[in-house]
């Protein structure tokens, strides 16, 4: 293969890995109402990973862990001082008030699994 | 997108305190239902319990019923750790089969290479061997590899990237190159026709071996709260309807009554209603000495209860014990981290993506620049550099030391609310100790008799102790109490007067008698005789000697004093060898002051302080630079402890609930704040070795990986090299964390 080509291609490539994981922002699931906010914890991600909620107002978020790795038994919320241990197969409501509109940031303990509140 | 997500219902049984007729039974179930998320609430009257069903809280429900003018507590034990362990337990084994698998496929595979036994890759029958060789390397990555495969493509999806990431890239990059060397060779130039099935194999097992030990030694961190959790009873001994019945602790119900016979446990918090006893509460406090228990008096779960057999009534079950509270609150503290781990949060951000970055840029370079065979010195490189990638250690180097070292200090009764006062407490230059229930007791006693001529002690005890009744003054308790210590019978007291900065005066036995210090007996014209020299003597001894005198003569001196513990000294000791300037800072009047600071050894003393100034104190030294621990009682010092850069609150025994402190001590020895700092020091010191570690791991395993040695030394690491160094990077760091669990108190050195 043509040595400028494969340059070409590994550029692009670096090019998509910015723009995917850093500058895309995937849209965030709206909180419906006061119901717990299912989160499964399996597979090295938060599914939802970005949930959008009400600033101000205290939203519970009710996580599933399924992943038995280490990894995934606490889930820490830094800049809103709350976190909470996840047992395996337990459902367990965390609730958080995002005091304003911003990004807070839940994460594992090693910041592997990581997820998004968005308080709007 | 929205989405309605329904939620689970769930049920919670609640034990409600203060039920007297069936309209409390509606009052409660009415304030249960209006509960957003309660499906249905049921009040046993009989049992004096609440059963919930729904999407709730519990702690919703128990704020609901204490607003509607009642108590309650969820009826729970602790949730102890066993399934976690056997979930955990099924893990380890699972990773150690993939272990196995993999590593049975992959180990052949790397010794037969260079033995040069196996098929050529271009004859037909080799074509047909490796063939097969991808073939069961596939299967060792779908078995043993799946579940990085799967978190790669599941974090892809969601714009992120994590370790499963670089595996899979990694090990599917070199499955992926030797299957089409094996299918499709004139695609490849011949130089670079090589199949990487082994590396990838070897690859999978090491990881899965590193992740298997990690969790093993993670295992280990997490001891201290498995200790915590242990020390509660199973069952309880509770008197229903006469009858002793033996029920499991999570059917303990407030106000029941519950007894405890010798050398039993006690299962939950709460009052002696019936009987006497010492219970031992060194498992929560770090308390050595037993404590004197009776009808009133307080007790909590999980202690030992030692001699004898008592009634007592539950006052806090479930989550509400004091044992609960503190597994709670250690628990909270493991997860916060000081800003020490700030650093390597913001690189874990990034370092994914920053290596995935690298890892296309090393194929660039090697391919433009790279001797023959580029492309096969290429993928190498490139899956050298995914592989040897470790954002675990980075991310774990932090909390896993946290985890151990707040845990360490919970056994030793020093409860840490976060990492950031573990962090603080390690540049401290200056401890600040209040006096009073700190360095001293905090419990006056009387310490010295001394009758004049013609008096005797027991004499002038009674005479002391009758007339110190009506006072409310501090150190008149300590007299009565001496009094009746020794069986002393009290006489009557009229015309009593407590006469603001002298003493008090009242007539006793027909006879007028005067109690206090020097100005009262010189207002009245007492000779005092010889008693002002010894009474000089007493005062610096740091005691408080008071005169006592009959009509118009004197009686004699008692001696009160609050009594320094007998290991201050010593700890303060151990304070000056960390390097701490030790300040004493005290209400009382100066001589007594001085003196106890010369009986333990302070470097600096703040007499008279009022008790609102002793912030502004604290002030002072922050101003002059210091950096200042504060050392208090965790209730009249609140206001300075939050003010010390860290608060310790001392001797709370089982009260746990200290806001004001960032630390709090349940033992009332000084040699917890110097034990306090030690595990602090320690664990930050764990943390920077493990940040060091996990950096230099990184910083100089990428470039290496790259190949940034080869136009040096020709050394070009081999990608299975890297996976042992990547899999055992993060086991490096935990086990480093796990060294704290052998930090050892400096007490027993002093």
Redesign the interface.
């Given at each position: 293969m043509n040595?400028w080509t494969?340059?070409l291609a590994?550029?692009g490539?670096?090019g998509l890995?910015?723009w995917?994981?850093?500058l895309?922002r995937?849209?965030?699931?709206?909180a419906?109402?006061?119901?717990?906010?299912?989160i499964i914890v399996?597979?090295?991600?938060?599914?939802p990973?970005r949930i959008e909620v009400p600033a101000g107002k205290p939203v519970?978020l009710?996580f599933i862990r399924k992943d038995?790795?280490?990894?995934a038994e606490?889930a820490?919320f830094?800049s809103l001082?709350v976190?909470a241990?996840l047992?395996?197969?337990k459902?367990t409501?965390v609730?958080v008030t995002p005091p304003q509109p911003g990004e807070y940031e839940f994460t594992c303990?090693?910041?592997?699994?990581?997820g998004m509140l968005v308080a709007r | 997108m929205t989405a309605a997500i329904p939620a689970e219902a769930s049920t919670h049984r609640l034990s409600i305190s203060g039920m007297s007729c069936a309209g409390c039974v509606a009052t409660v179930e009415n304030a249960l239902k209006n509960v957003p998320g309660v499906i249905e609430s049921t009040v046993n009257f009989a049992e004096h319990t609440a059963t919930v069903r729904g999407s709730v809280d519990a702690k919703l429900l128990i704020a609901a019923v204490t607003a509607s003018g009642y108590s309650a507590a969820e009826l729970r034990g602790l949730e102890d750790e066993s399934e976690k362990e056997a979930a955990e337990l099924a893990h380890y084994r699972s990773l150690m089969r993939k272990f196995i698998a993999a590593g049975v496929v992959g180990l052949p595979l790397m010794l037969a290479e260079p033995l040069g036994i196996m098929p050529m890759l271009h004859s037909p029958s080799g074509r047909i061997f490796w063939l097969a060789v991808g073939a069961v390397t596939l299967w060792v990555l779908i078995y043993a590899g799946g579940h990085f495969f799967r978190g790669a493509w599941k974090s892809f999806r969601a714009h992120n990237a994590n370790m499963d990431t670089l595996i899979a890239l990694g090990t599917g990059a070199a499955w992926v190159y030797s299957i089409l060397v094996v299918l499709f060779p004139d695609l490849v130039p011949s130089l670079a026709r090589h199949a990487y099935f082994e590396a990838a194999a070897i690859i999978i097992a090491l990881i899965n071996l590193g992740q298997a030990l990690e969790m093993r030694a993670r295992g280990k961190t997490s001891e201290a709260i498995k200790r915590l959790i242990g020390l509660q009873p199973k069952t309880a001994r509770v008197i229903r309807d006469g009858r002793e019945l033996d029920i499991p602790i999570s059917e303990v119900g407030l106000d029941e009554t519950i007894r405890v016979r010798p050398g039993e446990k006690i299962p939950v918090d709460g009052v002696i209603i019936e009987g006497h006893s010492s219970v031992d509460e060194s498992m929560l406090t770090g308390e050595p000495m037993p404590v004197e228990k009776k009808a009133g008096d307080e007790v909590v779960g999980a202690t030992f209860n030692k001699s004898g057999s008592f009634l007592f009534q539950a006052k806090h079950i479930g989550a509400d014990t004091a044992l609960a509270r503190i597994i709670e609150m250690v628990r909270r503290a493991q997860s916060t981290k000081p800003a020490i781990g700030r650093l390597a949060d913001k690189i874990s951000a990034v370092f994914v993506p920053s290596v995935l970055i690298i890892s296309v840029f090393t194929f660039l370079v090697w391919n433009n620049f790279g001797p023959e065979p580029r492309l096969s010195f290429s993928l190498v490189a490139t899956m050298t550099v995914l592989i040897i990638a470790c954002p675990c250690a980075l991310g774990l180097a932090t909390p896993i030391s946290i985890m151990v070292g707040v845990g360490k200090a919970a056994e030793y009764g020093i409860l840490i609310r976060n990492g950031e006062a573990l962090q603080q407490a390690g540049k401290l230059t200056t401890i600040v100790l209040d006096k009073t229930g700190t360095v001293t007791e905090g419990r006056p006693t009387v310490t010295a008799l001394l009758p004049a001529s013609g008096w005797d002690e027991q004499k002038l005890l009674t005479l002391a102790a009758s007339i110190e009744t009506g006072s409310e003054h501090p150190l008149a308790e300590a007299i009565v109490s001496a009094a009746k210590a020794k069986g002393i019978k009290l006489s009557a007291v009229s015309g009593f007067e407590a006469i603001t900065g002298h003493g008090v005066s009242a007539t006793i036995d027909g006879s007028k008698v005067l109690f206090g210090n020097a100005r009262l007996m010189a207002k009245h014209k007492i000779d005092l005789g010889n008693l002002p020299k010894r009474a000089k003597e007493l005062a610096a001894q740091a005691q408080t000697p008071m005169f006592l005198a009959v009509g118009d003569s004197v009686a004699g001196i008692v001696s009160v004093a609050d009594p320094v513990k007998p290991d201050s000294k010593a700890a303060i000791a151990r304070l000056h060898a960390i390097g701490l300037k030790v300040v004493m800072i005290t209400g009382d009047n100066r001589a007594t002051a001085d003196a106890v600071a010369r009986a333990v050894g302070v470097d600096e003393v703040m007499a008279e302080v009022l008790p609102g100034d002793k912030a502004a104190k604290v002030s002072e030294l922050q101003a002059r630079g210091e950096i200042v621990g504060m050392v208090g009682d965790g209730i009249n010092d609140a206001p300075a402890l939050a003010q010390a850069d860290v608060g310790y609150a001392i001797g709370t025994g089982t009260d746990v609930a200290i806001e004001s402190a960032d630390v709090t001590l349940m033992r009332g020895s000084l040699h917890g704040v110097a034990d306090a700092i030690a595990i602090s020091r320690a664990t930050v010191r764990n943390i920077k070795q493990n940040l060091f570690g996990a950096f230099i791991y990184n910083v100089l395993g990428i470039p290496i990986a790259a190949g940034a040695l080869y136009p040096f030394t020709g050394l070009l690491l081999n990608p299975i090299i890297a996976g042992a160094a990547m899999a055992m990077s993060s086991v490096t760091v935990v086990s480093n964390a796990n060294r704290l669990r052998w930090f050892q108190s400096g007490q027993a050195r002093t």
């Open positions: 040595a494969v340059n590994g550029l490539l670096i890995i910015v995917w994981f850093w895309y995937p849209p965030a699931l709206r419906a109402g006061p119901q717990p906010i299912e399996a597979d090295g991600v938060y599914t990973a519970t009710r038995p790795s280490p990894c606490k820490l830094d001082s976190s241990d047992p395996i197969g459902p409501d609730i303990q090693m910041r592997m699994y990581r | -």
